[in-house]
């Protein structure tokens, strides 16, 4: 285990079972999609997405967006900026499937799903791997939603500390000492 984690919460067989149990759910509220996108938000999402993306069966296409509501550290600002956007000629064909690593706040989802309704999509749901109801600013509710989490910092598994940790292949708890110090 890295030295920097407390304690696994989530080890790589939950995560597979999770993953597979949340693209079963898309497989089955998509088999009639004529155009579904899995669009990953960067840079959190990306192993979520390569692994959830392996385990569907309905054809899919993806997409990326780079968006950030938090600053370098372990608190969330609020404001959502987006650094990377959708430019689809065929949004209005689209169902966006937004694939999210968590909701905390619940600031980035909620403006990502008015914003790119406002764009002309078909449809727009929300997929994140984590979530931490107890965090929530606003109300958001996720329509996949792999496991709640409590209020804790965690890294891995695509989740990233001031951009480390990132490749751990479970999710763990960071241990405070190391933003308490930094
Ligand atoms: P929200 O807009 O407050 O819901 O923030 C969601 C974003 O905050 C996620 O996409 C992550 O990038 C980041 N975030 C929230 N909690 C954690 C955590 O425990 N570890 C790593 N990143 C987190
Ligand atoms: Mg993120």
């Known amino acids: 285990m890295n030295k920097d984690v407390e304690r696994i919460l989530i080890g790589e067989e939950e995560l597979d079972r999770i993953v597979t149990r949340l693209a079963a759910e898309i497989d089955c509220d998509y088999k009639n999609s004529e155009r579904l996108v899995l669009v990953c938000i960067l840079k959190g999402s990306i192993v979520f997405m390569g692994d959830l993306m392996k385990k569907l069966t309905v054809p899919c296409e993806i997409d990326c967006m780079k968006v950030s509501s938090y600053g370098a550290g372990t608190a969330t600002s609020g404001n959502v900026n987006i650094h990377l956007d959708l430019l689809r000629p065929d949004i209005a064909e689209c169902d966006l499937l937004i694939i999210e690593d968590i909701i905390d706040s619940g600031n980035t989802l909620s403006y990502l799903v008015d914003y790119l309704l406002l764009k002309g999509a078909k449809s727009v749901r929300t ?55 930094a």
Do not use: M, Q
């Open 127 to 181: 997929c994140t791997l984590l979530d931490k109801p107890s965090r929530r600013k606003v109300e958001f509710a996720p329509d996949y939603r792999g496991k709640e989490i409590p209020d804790e910092f965690v890294v891995g598994y695509g989740l990233d500390y001031a951009e480390r940790y990132r490749a751990l292949p479970y999710i763990g708890v960071l241990s405070p000492s190391v933003y308490e110090n």
